[in-house]
């Protein structure tokens, strides 16, 4: 009995076991790849299945190697400059200004040499890798000595090795004297962003110069399309951005290395420590600017900040020129004025001596003005004196204050003035003659065509005065000129105001000679003014006594 139940038991597992299989077949099992015969490569480390070859990636197209087999020094010439490169990196090693000579009486030299630092017209990627591969290639030029013709050149550096390309392309532009840089940089295949380098800083400026008052050291600069904005580097601990700048570069007092991109750009300017030109003195502090340069690459000037030339390359490059805000719409006639002057006389310091009296000239009537008025002032002086003294003590807000006011008018109107129209007289010559006395003396700072112009015994109107006869005469005319003014000053103030040509000479001794020369002029011109002007009005003076008795 007990068998025939466990037969039926298991004979129905059986059936349970078997109707689920049909119900539910299990999944077909994926078949195995058939068998590969491995192969060892000879003189490989081993075989080397399919499944590990499909994992290694896919290699890198390596670029045909172009390169120069030794350093060479690739020169440029014509258009009034004189260019050198090196090979190594393509870089720019020398730019030699023909029609400005330096203290040797060579072609002047905007390069600033900078071991381990930039040179100009590096090219930064952000691979720090493939930055200094790139500085230390030896890149292969077109050409080892290009002549610039009436229509310009080409020269162009090409370097590939590995998966890593490089070119530089640089186009002189025979019309304007402009030049466009290219540069494109690939790595295993791909482009990379480049940025062109300029610095460090801009020439080499010799103690003599720094030493003169008003010098600017080299700076960075750049345009917004609005305004122009300087970055002083001393100190500067990190980069500064210029976004959407339409021109971007390195000035110093009278020349300037700009870039100008296809496009407005986020450029950057940056501090490079360098030597000083004097071994004795420590480093300095010298801008370098960085410009992202696409397809379009970009264009280069480098040369002297003469407006009227600026203006004519377009793009807005007059604006490094620092004519002033309020005051440009004056200096820039005048900078074209004092170059029409040296067209007749034939040399800058006699055209700024001619310059100054037409500016005398034109401003004789309002100074004359001035200058009777203080007459005026000084005569009643005494008597003014006289209504301060006895309210002296009177507080500001006192009601006693109103019975001054009230005496000081009579005393206006006793002398046939009022004190409203002796105020305007007062001010009024000054604040209209201001404005060109300063414009011409920021036409003195600016204008390129000082530098080297000589005149008698200076060598230089833009240097010092190397004897400082200049300074001198300039202290003496002011002191002569004061002597001369009718003044309503007390003695006290009177000797103070002798002190101020002592110190205006001591200040101006450093000033460019052209700036004294220019002062020196200014002074002669108001003497002969007021000496002239003082006659008249004593002659005058005698003859409306008696009118007024017979009255």
């Known amino acids: 009995m007990e068998e025939r139940r466990l037969l039926l038991a298991v004979a129905l597992s059986f059936l349970v076991l078997t109707g689920y299989r049909l119900l539910f077949p299990p999944p077909e099992r994926p078949q195995r790849p058939p068998a590969t015969t491995v192969t060892a490569e000879p003189g490989g480390a081993g075989p080397t299945s399919p499944a590990v070859a499909q994992a290694t990636p896919t290699p890198v197209p390596v670029v045909e190697a172009v390169a120069d087999e030794r350093q060479r ?52 990627t952000g691979d720090r890798e493939v930055d200094a591969a790139l500085r230390s290639a030896l890149f292969q030029p077109s050409s080892e000595v290009v002549t610039l013709g009436r229509e310009g050149g080409l020269l162009s550096f090409r370097y590939a090795s590995g998966d890593l390309e490089a070119s530089k392309e640089l186009t002189f532009r025979g019309g304007d004297g402009l030049v466009e840089v290219k540069a494109r940089v690939r790595k295993a295949g791909r482009e990379l962003p480049v940025r062109l380098v300029w610095g460090p800083g801009l020439g080499n400026p010799t103690v003599a110069e720094q030493g003169v008052q008003g010098y600017i050291a080299p700076q960075g600069v750049w345009f917004d399309g609005r305004s122009t ?14 976004p959407a700048a339409r021109w971007v570069g390195v000035e110093s007092q009278h020349f300037a290395a700009l870039l100008v991109p296809a496009e407005p750009a986020a450029a950057e300017v940056r501090r490079v420590e360098v030597p000083s030109t004097d071994p004795t003195l420590p480093k300095v502090d010298l801008p370098a600017v960085l410009l992202p340069v696409g397809p379009g690459g970009a264009l280069l000037f480098v040369g002297a900040k003469d407006y009227d030339e600026l203006a004519r ?88 204050r109103q019975e001054m006011h009230a005496e000081m008018t009579a005393l206006y109107a006793k002398h046939g003035m009022s004190m ?16 060109f006395l300063f414009a011409f003396y920021r036409v003195l700072q600016v204008s390129i065509d000082l530098r080297g112009a000589s005149f008698l015994w200076i060598p230089d109107l833009s240097h010092t005065d190397p004897w400082y006869i200049t300074p001198i005469l300039m202290g003496v005319s002011m002191a002569l000129m004061s002597k001369l003014t009718p003044t309503a000053m007390d003695p006290a103030q009177q000797r103070i105001m002798m002190l101020m040509p002592l110190v205006l000479v001591v200040m101006f001794f450093a000033a460019p000679a052209g700036l004294n020369l220019y002062w020196l002029a200014s002074n002669v011109c108001a003497i002969v003014q007021q000496g002239i002007t003082l006659k008249l009005l004593q002659h005058s003076q005698p003859e409306a006594a008696p009118e007024r008795k017979k009255r």
Request: charged share 20%.
């Open 229 to 242: 904005h300087r970055v002083v580097v001393a100190g500067l601990e990190a980069p500064v951005g210029a």
């Open 420 to 435: 409203g129209s002796q105020m305007l007289l007062g001010c009024l010559p000054l604040l209209l003659t201001m404005p």
């Open 73 to 124: 020094r690739v020169e440029v010439s014509g258009g009034g400059r004189t260019l050198a490169f090196s090979n190594e990196g393509a870089r720019l090693v020398s730019w030699r200004l023909e029609a400005f000579r330096d203290d040797r009486g060579a072609p002047l030299e905007m390069i600033r040499a900078a071991l381990g630092g930039p040179w100009p017209l590096d090219v930064e």
């Open 313 to 400: 390359l377009g793009h807005q490059l007059h604006e490094v020129v620092g004519v002033g805000d309020w005051i440009g719409p004056i200096v820039v006639p005048l900078l074209r004025l004092l170059r029409f002057v040296h067209g007749y006389v034939g040399n800058y310091g006699w055209a700024i001596v001619v310059l100054t009296v037409v500016i005398n000239l034109v401003m004789a009537p309002l100074r004359h003005l001035s200058i009777a008025n203080g007459m005026k002032m000084a005569k009643m002086a005494p008597e003014m004196k006289v209504i301060q003294e006895r309210y002296r003590k009177v507080p500001p807000l006192d009601p006693k």
